[in-house]
């Protein structure tokens, strides 16, 4: 008992300094491709202390409790995903509850952004709910293929299949991987899929009304999905980790290789994403499931 509850708390700091750590080390990796010096790995860390001791601006009760819900949404959907070992909620519901869980953090984002009435906010919503048609056809398809060939739900007993270097990624399930590994980038909206928060078009959308600790509290939210969406790539496909330390060195080759796509690749247009999303993801995820369901 003391143990599950010291893995509550444990996980989601974890999963912070993570993901802070991650976008710290992405805008640095970002910078170098670039041919530029790029600020300190620790930045974002910096960036959190000095919001947090600003003052925000509210919109209302809908806007604050949007991104407290996302952020809910995201701490309570980390203890879901085993991380080296650590898993506080393992036997609740598996990849099904994961997949529920997820839609609690775009659905807040959007209620607060709501509140805001920015039309930036607006566009910025609009594209990311488009954009996230375009890749959980593809999302939805590797998990199924996963779930039919291990024969579970279960995150855990997914992992635990992986064993003795049993990955998924080199097994019949490898179109899953690469399709999962296709449409990341779009989950993580990194170029090219920074659609929903270009700056340069619409002055990072959604997070543009966010200020001073509101800001903190996105950023803390970005992180944390980071951290959710690797992990479970890792968890799904590299067997996860027998240790926390051998899980986050699967988690930064990951990492780095989304970046380097983020630092080489221009930005999509939002049609251009979409026929993109719902071609060459589906047709490796679906050809990935008509193949586990045959040899099954």
């Known amino acids: 008992m003391v ?156 992992v635990e299949a992986q064993d003795n270097y049993k990955w998924a990624l080199f097994s019949p399930l490898a179109l899953s991987g690469i399709a999962y590994f296709i449409i990341m980038p779009a989950m993580l909206g990194i170029r090219p899929f920074d659609i929903a928060g270009a700056p340069q078009e619409i002055s990072t ?7 001073g600790k509101y800001l903190g509290l996105f950023n803390i939210w970005h992180a944390l999905s980071m951290f959710v969406y690797i992990a479970l790539f890792v968890d799904l496909f590299l067997g996860g980790g027998s240790n926390p330390l051998t899980f986050f060195i699967k988690m930064l080759v990951v990492f780095i290789l989304l970046t380097f796509i983020h630092g080489v690749f221009p930005r999509f247009r939002i049609e251009q994403a979409i026929k993109y999303l719902w071609k060459w993801p589906v047709i490796i995820s679906l050809s990935g499931l008509i193949l586990i369901t045959v040899i099954r």
Not at 66 to 88: E, K, N, Q, R, Y
Not at 205 to 211: L, M, N, R, S, V
Request: proline share 6%; net charge neutral.
């Open 3 to 158: 143990i599950n509850i010291l893995e509550i708390i444990i996980s989601p700091v974890l999963a912070f300094i993570i993901g802070i750590f991650f976008m710290g080390l992405f805008r640095k990796i970002t910078a170098r491709l670039h041919w530029r010096y790029g600020p300190p790995v620790i930045q974002p860390f910096l960036d959190l202390i000095k919001l947090f001791h600003q003052q925000g601006f509210s919109h209302g009760p809908v806007f604050d409790l949007g991104i407290i819900m996302a952020l809910a949404g995201s701490i309570v959907l980390i203890l879901f995903i085993p991380f080296g070992g650590i898993c506080p909620i393992s036997n609740s519901g598996g990849l099904l509850v994961i997949i529920y869980i997820m839609l609690f953090a775009p659905l807040g984002i959007a209620l607060s952004g709501g509140e805001a009435a920015n039309p930036n906010i607006s566009i910025g919503i609009s594209r990311k709910l488009i954009l996230a048609l375009g890749y959980e056809v593809s999302f939805l398809l590797a998990l199924l293929a996963l779930m039919t060939y291990y024969n579970t739900i279960s995150l855990v007993d997914i």
């Open 205 to 211: 959308g959604p997070a543009i009304e966010y200020g």
